[in-house]
């Protein structure tokens, strides 16, 4: 998928399959982020890699590497 910290994801599942691979889904992200959901628009605040909106259940992932930007968010799909 990637080296190192040359990510070049094609979309969110990507992402998102790469931090539950490396076992990365749970750590936390350098400063919490609030977010708005692109499914429902709901407010919420993505605390670790990946998260899941509170309403609708889209997951989002950002790898480590691109932690420090909210622009490197990526959804991935509903309850994925």
Same mark, same amino acid.
């Given at each position: 998928? +990637?080296?190192?910290?040359?990510? !070049?994801? &094609?979309? *969110?599942? /990507? #992402?998102? &399959?790469?931090?539950?691979?490396?076992? =990365?889904? /749970? !750590?936390?992200?350098?400063?919490? #982020?609030?977010?708005?959901? #692109?499914?429902? /628009?709901? &407010? =919420? @605040?993505?605390?670790?890699?990946?998260? +899941?909106?509170? /309403?609708? *259940?889209? @997951?989002? *992932? #950002? @790898?480590?590497? $691109?932690? $420090? &930007?909210?622009?490197?968010?990526?959804?991935? *799909?509903?309850?994925?």
């Amino acid at each position: 998928m +990637h080296s190192n910290c040359s990510a !070049q994801f &094609d979309n *969110g599942a /990507q #992402v998102v &399959d790469k931090l539950r691979m490396m076992g =990365f889904e /749970q !750590q936390h992200l350098p400063l919490a #982020v609030a977010y708005t959901c #692109v499914s429902c /628009q709901a &407010d =919420f @605040t993505m605390e670790t890699l990946m998260s +899941h909106c509170p /309403q609708c *259940g889209m @997951t989002y *992932g #950002v @790898t480590p590497c $691109h932690a $420090h &930007d909210p622009t490197n968010i990526l959804a991935a *799909g509903v309850n994925y």
